[in-house]
């Protein structure tokens, strides 16, 4: 692909970035304010531009071909500097700012995270406005790199050359039973653990977790009676059955007391977790999106 810049109409870009936001024709029109005609006008003047199809159509959508991932990596950081040099000093006044914020994050980020940052945003930011999405870890990606959301909280072991990130929070598991438990007294061994029927709280919705993976290693395994894909229930499920559930430190804490839980340490060996905010490189240097990293990273330090 050698050409000039000046045989090459600039819009196409920001065509191109918006398709690879939105992976539909309509909506990314509608995005940049284009007719559906136009859209499909302009991705087959950039298909003749690359020599490439860029975009391949699937049952969830259009599908980006490698080159146009390749381009998408080189062209939106590009044009995030484009728009910061237009814009010259970008202010953000949080106190007078009704701007709203989409974070993604799971239900156990949500629970941890969400009152501490309200309680702050009350004081320093009284009328902006927060929009929760959630989903598993590819769903949040998704959302983050198609514009969706300014930034996702969560556990994130891939790295993804355009995302960027900080750690917000360490946390460890621990095992969880009601106090009156059958057999479960003052310590939990890990032939009780074993011996207990157990609640998994699983995002994908199946029957497999971490420990599971940890006990085939050692030719063990645990009975499952039922798999959630949310954490608040558990407590509740567990106040009223001899189940043992592994959960957050953080979650096991705020409900023992009212639910009447007992606490363990795990009999296993399972490594703590790390929690992450992760945010896409076009948003950078874009003084909203640093009041809101500074700000989730201040809260992070007293939770």
Known sequence: MNFSLSQIDLNLLVVFDALM????????????GLSQPATSNALARLRYLTKDELFIRAKSGLQPTPVAISLAQQIQPALQQIQIALSSAESFDPMNSDR?????????????LLPPMLEKLELVA????????????????????????DLICGV???QIAWHQEQLLFRERFVCVC?????FIRDSLSLEEYLATSHLLIS???????????????????????????????????????????????????AFAKDQKLKVFPCPL???????????????????THSWLRHTLTEIALVI
């Open 21 to 32: 936001r939105d992976r539909h024709v309509t909506r990314a029109g509608e995005r940049i």
């Open 100 to 112: 709203v914020f989409a974070i993604g994050m799971t239900d156990y980020v949500e629970f941890v």
């Open 126 to 149: 009284p009328n902006l406005k927060i929009q929760v999405r959630t989903g598993d870890r590819q769903q949040l990606f998704d959302l983050l790199d198609n514009g969706k959301v």
């Open 156 to 158: 994130f072991p891939e």
């Open 178 to 182: 009601r106090q009156n438990h059958s």
């Open 203 to 253: 995002i994908k919705e199946d029957m497999v977790g971490r420990v599971d993976k940890l006990l085939a290693k050692q030719e063990l395994s645990r009975n499952i009676t039922i798999s959630i894909p949310h954490f608040l229930v558990a407590p509740a499920i567990l106040a009223r059955t001899d189940l043992i559930a592994t959960l957050a430190e953080r979650v096991a804490i």
């Open 269 to 287: 060996p399972m490594e703590n977790f790390s929690v992450f905010m992760r945010w896409h490189q076009s948003t950078r240097d874009r003084a």
